[in-house]
């Protein structure tokens, strides 16, 4: 048992030690969803990064950075695990990138830890992820993160009584946990909390008895969709957008779903980090060079976590000068902040998550007759709400 | 293989003396090769083992009773979170958890067998696709306990007999489950040999007539249940302790489906039918994912279709046919291949 142990891990070691010695390349391997109900994360993920390389380069002082695409449908912490160490072990990877469900990133953590690799994460915006490994790194954003300004900018604008109503899965849960959390601390009352359940499509019961309750506003979540379009559907069928009560949502009028959504979004009243429609010189060219790539992209909150999840990459190449040392590419991008799309972020040092503005955005149409999240608010330099040592 | 030669006055505990136990050299020595041609394939490597398990305990199920369930992975996932929970909160010692996690499949099948086994054929079917959606359901509620959608993690499982790491490449994961496999397949191939196996396999042929040759068919039904729930159960928590993570999907009606599918594409009423169906599923899925991520699901689907059509029995035709041909050589009567 020896003998085989010390010979596997020497062949391993002496393999490994050979892809760090011809490191002109460095290679990210990036764990997304690419077929499936989940798609169009990786659609997103891939031309966000498509288009960062284009502006950029896809070098950085001379190392060559490649990005390695593997499917990972769905949350599935075993499939997770083993594509990452195959990445890791046979692919030569030094860093992970991707991630879109929660338990994914969970179980990739031991790996990472041992085998110290840096990961980015794109989406997966559940607070504790990051706890869990001191490589990892997120650029999009945790759900307390966008909920919270939400509910401070609702006290802020004379809304007194909210209904929440939220898909009953993680997710969910969790916006509407800190959504209410912080709204009854400073002062409002949570009148009554609904959860869904996640695969409802006729959401017409829930908005009667939330409309019955005449609350000013109603808190939602719910994942993006078909689900969405039904439940925006329902809310100005119910009368409920006629009675004046505000809708307050996150992700809800996401740009790949907002132009399906139609007129029944206009006025909807959404937190959230990143708008396609976002005014700034970064965000232009950004969508410009997508548009450029593919005259059908749209720029989602996806994209612009797979674009700074680049850039974060190419800084930590940056400062290890391609050499494989992933704890002072870690140190590199702890406290880095940066003009991104969205708008000025940092990841913050201790929690490797980002401290960014949460705009207050009203769904309106532009010029072109187009619906775009026009932003009208901003709360500025929000932290991760739900971060708990 | 040995199973379709054996004589039906054999009894339990016969199998094995003066006799060596052929398959378990077989996959044992496979096992190892691959072990040492792929290490960087490990983790790979456990799931299939994994998924063979659970794939090995619906063939007891639906090949060797006639059962057929569409919910089998409510005693997976119910494995698997007993094995995770047991680690997380009372003893992290694999082999523990391990017993749990089979006595907790065992009695999830046992309490749900209790009702369900009543019904037949499709209405027991639905039965099964409503246990598992509940099951899916109570996790996702019970996220105190659970994690919901964010998986349960956080627990640490120490060293396998106190002296080996879960390592990071998965060497311990792999050769753990994979002796849990050996021993989990010997014992099966002697259960469906025995004079036990031999009535369950009486009831998927003629379920009436067993009964009135005076045959306990529920009891011997729920008995067989029960084990498959067992090695649900090990499974599910082998899953848990090489991952370290739960998630919901393990309880999902996706992998029930999926299961079903490999034992399908393997053939049913053979052990190995359920090693082959597994192996080649999941080698294929791997393989055209990694050639194509975003369209690989068109080859298994046309891999589905092909064996469907040309293989009605599964891929264990495909070694029925050679095995007729050369009996047919030597004279020999050939095999009964209804099994």
């Not at chain 1, 993920?45 to 990005?67: D, K, L």
């Not at chain 1, 195959?86 to 990739?108: Q, S, W």
């Not at chain 2, 523990?96 to 009702?115: D, E, K």
């Not at chain 2, 002697?190 to 196996?197: A, K, Q, Y």
């Amino acid at each position: 048992m020896k003998v085989t142990k010390t010979t596997i891990a020497t062949v391993i070691l002496s393999s490994s030690l050979i892809t760090t010695a011809v490191a002109d390349t460095i290679k990210v391997g990036v764990l997304t969803p690419m077929s499936g109900p989940f798609s169009d994360y990786g659609q997103q993920f891939s031309q966000a990064i498509e288009a960062y390389q284009t502006q950029h380069g896809r070098s950085v002082n001379g190392t060559e950075i490649e990005f390695i695409y593997k499917d990972l449908s769905g949350p599935n912490p075993a499939r997770a695990r083993s594509l990452a160490q195959e990445l890791i072990v046979r692919d030569g990877v030094d860093y992970l990138a991707g991630f879109v469900f929660t338990p994914n990133a969970f179980a990739v953590a031991p790996l990472i830890n041992q085998a110290k690799v840096p990961t980015v994460i794109f989406n997966a915006a559940t607070s504790a992820i990051t706890k869990e490994s001191d490589y990892f790194v997120r650029t999009s954003y945790t759900l307390p993160q966008v909920s919270v300004p939400v509910a401070r900018y609702a006290l802020d604008n004379d809304i007194e009584s909210v209904v929440t109503l939220v898909s009953d899965y993680g997710p969910g849960i969790d916006a509407e946990v800190s959504f209410v959390e912080e709204f009854e601390a400073k002062g409002g009352t949570v009148v009554e909390t609904i959860r869904m359940p996640l695969d409802s499509t006729d959401f017409g019961p829930y908005m009667q008895r939330a409309g019955s309750l005449n609350p000013d506003a109603i808190y939602a979540f719910l994942p993006g969709g078909p689900p969405t379009y039904s439940f925006v559907q329902a809310f100005s069928d119910n009368g409920l957008k006629e009675a004046g009560v505000t809708f307050l949502g996150t992700a809800e009028t996401q740009e790949l779903d907002l132009q399906t959504l139609g007129d029944s979004a206009l006025g909807l009243v959404t937190g959230f980090h990143y708008s396609e429609a976002h005014d700034s010189e970064t965000n232009r060219a950004f969508v410009k060079t997508l548009k450029d790539a593919d005259a059908d992209a749209v720029a989602n909150w996806a994209s612009v976590g797979a674009y700074d999840g680049a850039h974060v990459i190419y800084e930590m190449v940056r400062a290890t000068e391609g050499r494989k040392d992933p704890d002072a590419a870690i140190d590199a991008v702890r406290g880095l902040s940066w003009e991104s799309p969205r708008g000025p972020m940092e990841i913050d040092a201790t929690y490797r998550s980002p401290i960014q503005n949460v705009y207050m955005r009203r769904v309106e149409r532009n010029d072109e007759g187009n619906l775009v999240n026009f932003e009208f608010d901003v709360l500025s330099d929000q932290p991760d709400h739900g971060w708990n040592p | 293989m040995t199973q379709t030669t054996v004589k039906p006055s054999l009894a339990l505990g016969t199998l094995h003396t003066g006799r060596l136990p052929i398959p378990e050299l077989i996959a044992l020595v496979v096992g190892l090769g691959c072990f040492f041609a792929f290490p960087s394939n490990l983790g790979f490597m456990t799931e299939i083992v994994i998924m063979i398990l659970l794939v090995l305990s619906l063939d007891l199920l639906l090949g060797y009773t006639g059962i057929a369930s569409l919910g089998q992975a409510a005693m997976f996932g119910g494995g698997a979170y007993c094995a995770g929970l047991f680690a997380l909160h009372i003893h992290n010692d694999p082999l523990l958890g391990l017993i749990m996690a089979a006595l907790f499949g065992g009695l999830m099948a046992g309490v749900s067998g209790l009702l369900f086994l009543r019904a037949h054929g499709l209405s027991f079917i639905i039965l099964t696709i409503a246990f598992g959606s509940l099951t899916f359901a109570v996790a996702n509620q019970l996220n105190w306990l659970t994690g919901g959608d964010d998986g349960l993690y956080g627990y640490i499982m120490a060293p396998l007999f106190g002296a080996f790491e879960f390592d990071f490449f998965g060497r311990t994961g792999f050769l753990y489950s994979l002796g849990i496999l050996l021993v989990v397949f010997y014992g099966l191939r002697r259960l469906v040999n025995s004079p036990f196996g031999l009535s369950a396999q009486g009831i998927r042929e003629d379920r009436q007539r067993m009964t009135s040759l005076g045959f306990p068919v529920y009891r011997v039904m729920l008995m067989i249940y029960i084990i498959a729930g067992a090695i649900a159960g090990i499974a599910g928590a082998l899953s848990a302790q090489t991952i370290q993570v739960v998630g919901l999907q393990s309880l999902s009606f996706t992998m029930s489906a999926e299961a079903l599918v490999m034992l399908i594409l393997g053939g049913t009423g053979r052990l190995y039918g359920a090693v082959i169906g597994t192996v080649v599923f999941m080698v294929v899925h791997h393989y055209a994912a990694d050639l194509d991520p975003s369209t690989w699901m068109l080859v298994i689907g046309l891999m589905l279709i092909a064996v469907v059509l040309f293989l009605p029995k599964g891929m264990v035709q495909l070694v029925d046919m050679t095995r007729n041909k050369v009996s047919r050589l030597n004279g020999g009567a050939g095999h009964d291949n209804s099994k």
